[in-house]
């Protein structure tokens, strides 16, 4: 028998003065209140209750119990009332990891709408292009972008994302177009991190090796150079949306463009998901798909041009 086993019971006799209200009040029938009290007195080898036709009151030693039961069974309950009132309104320090651009632009600002909503949480925002191990490192979530490698991370989409090919007007003018991609071995190629670039290609996805006398490990560094006239670049759309709308920018390739690599706030499996990492996942996610940010931005600067949750 549990220790807690008839405690509720007990408490609810003596407060109510009789078995019969306290079988009402547990939703129980009376015969199984007697049978609890009775396993309990057993238990602690004490009679607590002294019984009459009309009423029961507790003994001397009774009384003492029923005051001290009295007190756990409350802050059981104030326990218990904690635990929802936290899932109601989260608290503690929610630790999220992000890429350094995409973080600054676009987690940063919604993530800060959503602390002031939550005043209780406190925020460590960590961002990086490194990837962090969110068990080892104690992060509660992640934002990666692009393909996701097999893990034992939960991965829930946050939108689309689309990776062009792009090159300014000027460069076009000087060096021509690309017709197919066999094409783009005759031109300067802005590498990145990685100098393979991942392309659609007769229905499938490859990685295409490129080359080119420009080479920077950060994508604004890319943007600025593919704007100047330097060479042709592969960038996701939030990068280069907004110059695509203004003319600055031109999309190349079309039909070999990425449209796979999503956005993903990832955290890891847990069998009770933290109200704060929960919350704010589903916040994410009601942001995106009110309308991506960047596109949004740039619908503004162009006067309208880009419709708001379309990729151009």
Known sequence: MSRWDGLEAFVQVVRLGTLSAAARELQVSTSHISRLINRL???????LLVRTTRNVRPTEVGQAYFEQ?????????????????????????LRLSCGTVFGERYI?????????QHPGLQLDLHL?????????????????????RDSTLVARRLCERREYIVASPDYLARHGEPKTVADLTSHN??????????????????????????????????????????GIAQLPDYYVDGHLASGALQRLLVTAEIDDAAVWAVYPKSRHLSPKVRLLVDYLQQR???GLPWQQSSDR????????????
């Open 41 to 47: 007195e057993d238990r602690l080898g004490a009679q």
């Open 69 to 93: 039961c009295q007190q756990l069974l409350a802050g059981l309950t104030g326990a218990e009332q904690q635990v929802r009132d936290y899932q109601r309104s989260p608290s503690g320090l």
């Open 108 to 116: 940063a600002p919604l993530v800060n709408d959503f602390i002031c």
């Open 128 to 148: 990086s292009n490194r990837m962090v191990d969110l068990v080892q490192d104690g992060y509660d979530l992640a934002i990666r972008m692009g393909l996701l």
């Open 189 to 230: 190629c802005l590498i990145g991190s990685n100098e393979y670039w991942r392309i659609r290609l007769d229905g499938s996805v490859r990685e295409l090796r490129v080359r080119g006398g420009w080479r920077a490990n950060a994508g604004s560094a890319i943007l600025d150079a593919a704007l100047k006239g330097i």
């Open 288 to 290: 995106f798909a009110a």
């Open 301 to 312: 600067e162009n006067g309208g041009s880009l419709r708001v949750g379309s990729h151009k």
